[in-house]
């Protein structure tokens, strides 16, 4: 495999270790970068490492410290960083199984392709693949690479799996505070109709080489109008773009039959508006 392993230890269940190497799922994708640039000589801006009352330092005077009050700070080695042992450092142990909707999608980080270290382990690589995809679950558990421990978690994806890292519970904000304030009510049971059916009309299968970066697209294009213009300036004024704000229903409705037409459908295709039901009591909202 050309692609260099991010990390190689093993999947522990029970007494069954299973050496496994872990390869990142994704990549970067097209970006524009700037650097910042001295104009009247047209050459890049260095950064040096400073310190206060002293100047440049050399970087083999640097240390790793933790300020624990205002001004004080305790330094570290590096290799007493390193001499950090956690029980998870090669090994992941699996210590929990969850169906996977029960994991919030908040919680979710960054995905990595798992596969058998070798040919010895693929057996149990294969049974353990296998049980989680006919009992639906989600290993758990905690895992140290590059510095720092994440809780993961691992489920089948093809003929290998995947481990995504989890964000913490305190990385997570309470959606409680974002949500409070929006009203429980029933909807218009005509606007639903309406809404229904153009989801209805635009639904499709996803395909994610459809999708690409068109802020990238404009920022190349604005840097090879540059390039042409001779250092010209170049500001195009898209006024009109925000959102009007507002509550009114029958503006919602217009909008929908306009949208349902300009897909190509007629609101007359979808059957006639239900009664609306009878007002629930608002369900307990979750956190």
Same mark, same amino acid.
Request: charged letters at 35%.
């Given at each position: ?81 390193? +001499? ?36 010895? +382990? ?132 217009? +909008? ?15 059957? +006639? ?15």
């Amino acid at each position: 495999m050309a692609a260099r392993a991010y990390w190689q230890g093993q999947i522990r269940l029970a007494l069954v270790s299973i050496p496994v190497e872990i390869y990142s799922a994704t990549k970067s994708g097209a970006q524009v970068s700037f650097k910042q640039i001295h104009e009247p000589s047209g050459k890049p801006i260095h950064y040096d490492k400073v310190v206060t009352g002293v100047g440049p330092v050399d970087t083999d005077e640097i240390m790793k410290g933790f300020e624990y009050e205002k001004g004080s700070y305790v330094l570290l080695e590096q290799d007493e960083i390193d +001499a950090v042992k956690l029980e998870s450092k090669k090994t992941l142990e699996l210590t929990q199984f969850v169906d996977a909707s029960e994991i919030d999608v908040l919680y979710y980080e960054k995905p990595y392709f798992v596969v058998p270290a070798d040919d010895l +382990a693929e057996e149990a690589f294969i049974v353990l693949r296998e049980a989680l995809r006919r009992t639906k679950k989600v290993g758990l558990g905690q895992l140290a690479m590059r510095g720092r421990e994440y809780v993961v978690s691992l489920k089948p994806c093809g003929r290998g799996m995947v481990l995504e890292t989890l964000r913490y519970a305190d990385e997570v904000n309470k959606a409680q505070g974002y949500f409070r304030d929006i009203p429980d009510d029933e909807p218009d049971a005509d606007l639903m109709d309406l809404a229904e059916a153009l989801i209805e009309k635009k639904s499709g299968a996803f395909h994610p080489q459809d999708f690409h970066d068109r802020y990238v697209d404009a920022l190349r294009d604005l840097i090879e109008r540059k390039r042409k213009s001779k250092g010209g300036k170049i500001i195009e004024d898209k006024g009109g773009d925000a959102p009007a704000k507002g509550s009114n229903v029958v503006d919602l409705m217009a +909008a929908l039959k306009k949208s349902m037409g300009a897909s190509g459908a007629k609101a007359e295709d979808k059957p +006639a508006a239900k009664k609306a039901p009878a007002k629930r009591t608002p369900a307990k909202k979750r956190a």
